[in-house]
């Protein structure tokens, strides 16, 4: 059994930072993609921001220069650093991982909330 848990949710000013961490545990061999959604009030789950094993990222628009995706493989785990945040990022930040290890597939993690006021 694998679980996911972030932190480093929570409230904060328009242009204000935050970071979020997801770091997994239990029967892990490997962790091949990772990845952050949000889900805002009303509306369905969308990607923010993707990491392969080999570093490669992808970002969707509405957070391209704002957002950095990073994550330690030996720790496990993934982080979001949030810059320059804007009301429309609040939302429920949930983390995906891809994990090869005792039974293999992708965990989410229960989410974080991120509220940004104008």
């Known amino acids: 059994q694998v679980q996911l848990v972030e932190s480093g949710g929570g409230l904060v000013q328009a242009g204000g930072s935050l970071r979020l961490s997801c770091a997994a545990s239990?029967?892990?061999?490997?962790?091949?993609?990772m990845g952050w959604y949000r889900q805002a009030p009303g509306k369905q789950r969308e990607l923010v921001a993707a990491?392969?094993?080999?570093?490669?990222?992808n970002y969707a628009d509405s957070v391209k220069g704002r957002f950095t995706i990073s994550r330690v493989s030996a720790k496990n785990t993934v982080y979001l650093q949030m810059n320059s945040l804007k009301p429309e990022d609040t939302a429920v930040y949930y983390c995906l991982m891809d994990v090869v290890g005792g039974t293999s597939g992708g965990y989410w993690g229960r989410g974080t909330q991120v509220t940004v006021s104008s």
């Open positions: 990491i392969t094993s080999g570093g490669s990222t």
């Open positions: 239990g029967s892990i061999f490997r962790i091949n993609d």
